[in-house]
Structures are given as C-alpha cells and as structure tokens.
C-alpha cells in the first residue's frame, strides 16, 4: 500500500476568506495564515480596520485583501461578496474561516426578540448563507475546507447567553450536516470550538471575582491566548486534515471537563 505524503500544516499559496477578520480572533486568525504563506481576503463590515490589518499584513511580507462584508445583509447581497473574494483570490476560495459571530449578554427573562434575530442571525445563519455561497464554488473548482467557528457554549452552557448558546450549539450540529452532504464534492467541513480565550474585550472581566469563579472551571486553570488556536487553525486549514471532516474540534484548556 503506497502512504500519501503531504505536506502537513501547509498552507501557503491557498486562497482564503476569512469572515470577522477586522478584530478579536478572526484579525488573528488572518496574522497566522499570512505568516505561513496564504493569501488572504478579509470580509467584515469595519473596513477601515480591515484595511489597517491588510497594510500591517502586507508590511510583514504577507498578502491579503479587503471585502466589506454584512453576514446578516441576506444571500444577494453575500453572495456579490463571495464573488468580489473569489476574483480576489484568481478565481478559487481554497478555504473559508467562517469566523463572524456576537454575543448578546442578558439574563434570559429580559431578551428581547432583537436580541435573539441579532444572534442568531449573525452566528447562524450568516455562517450558512456564507458557507453556502463558498461552497458552490469549491463545487465548481474541485473542493476545499471550510472551518466554521463554534464555541465550548455550543455542548456546555453559561447564564446570560441564551441565545449564544443556542446559536453554537446550531453551528456544530450544521458543521457535521454540511460534512455529511458536501464530502462528495471533495469539501471537508470542521470546527473549531474555542474556550474562554482572553482578549481586549473581555480581559478585565477575568480579574474580578466572577471572572476567576469561572477559571475555576477551567482544569488548566488559566485563559487561553489567541495563539493557542493556531494549531487547530493550521490544522484544519491544511491537508494535515485531509481524512478529518464533520469534527469539532475543541480548544479549552479542558473546560468541559469539569
């Protein structure tokens, strides 16, 4: 039997999309995949941070590009997006990191039905709308990977988070679907499923009390860094995963053990 030979974790030359690029983990994300090589489209709605992210990519040696972006505009409007991407890219999405999401804190009985179509319709269904639109044209020009972002909040749960959770908890249940469907095509699916991973947003949060009550949980009993992810990142992103598809693939410092 003849063994396969790849090269693992390679990710230079792909064509990748990556949505929520202009802050948090998906400008990370895009710092990665540029170090090694990929050639990058940025889609948000803050063009004016996807724009400072492309010019400090570029500085660094890297290639990337800038979409604007509304993941909750409808399907003409993503699909023009994804079309604008692809002429980016020469024509082919290799891989879309399907990163786009927000989370609405309240406690449940005060939700509003805002509150609920802003998440949902953001985590959710833009992820599908997205994923779908690249998908047709990974049909098209032979395959590729798409890695949809969960959450440790899509199989465990938090107060105040109702419709995240909720919201998660479709992203992995969809991940495996579409794996389902779309492996015919040569288009593997998986997920990353982040825990809590410290950022500017939520750094100060994990210094009180409540914070710490939840690090707790954590059997590492410390945050994770954005770096921490590259590892599922470049993993999934490359032939490395080239037998891995409808996995999510979690990153908590063993949160869900607790």
């Known amino acids: 039997m003849t063994t396969p030979t790849r090269n693992t974790f390679d990710v230079a030359g792909r064509g990748i999309l990556i949505t929520g690029a202009s802050q948090g983990l998906g400008a990370n994300f895009a710092r990665t995949l540029a170090a090694h090589g990929a050639k ?3 889609a948000a709605r803050q063009v004016s941070k996807l724009e400072a992210l492309q010019a400090e990519i570029e500085a660094a040696g890297g290639s990337a590009a800038t979409v604007a972006m509304d993941v909750t505009s409808g399907a003409a409007a993503i699909d023009a997006a994804i079309a604008e991407t692809a002429e980016k890219l020469g024509g082919r999405i290799d891989v879309l990191i399907n990163n786009a999401g927000i989370a609405v804190s309240k406690p ?5 039905e805002e509150d609920w179509d802003a998440t949902v319709d953001t985590n959710l269904k833009g992820a599908f709308l997205v994923a779908q639109a690249v998908a047709k044209r990974m049909v098209e020009t032979g395959g590729g990977s798409i890695v949809n972002i969960a959450s ?3 199989t465990e749960v938090m107060g105040n988070l109702v419709p995240y959770c909720a919201s998660k908890a479709g992203v992995n249940h969809m991940t495996r679907a579409m794996a389902l469907e779309l492996a015919r095509y040569n288009i593997r699916v998986n997920a990353i499923a982040p825990g809590y991973i410290e950022t500017d947003i939520n750094a100060s ?8 009550k939840l690090l707790r949980k954590v059997a590492q009993r410390k945050l994770g860094a954005a770096v ?11 032939d490395a995963s080239a037998f891995m598809t409808g996995s999510v693939v979690t990153v908590d410092g063993g949160f869900g053990l607790a």
């Open 40 to 42: 990058l489209v940025l």
């Open 108 to 112: 449940f009985l005060k939700l509003t």
């Open 152 to 154: 440790v909040l899509g």
């Open 205 to 212: 949060f994990f210094e009180t009390e409540g914070g710490q």
């Open 228 to 238: 921490d992810l590259d590892g599922a990142l470049l993993l999934l992103s490359s």
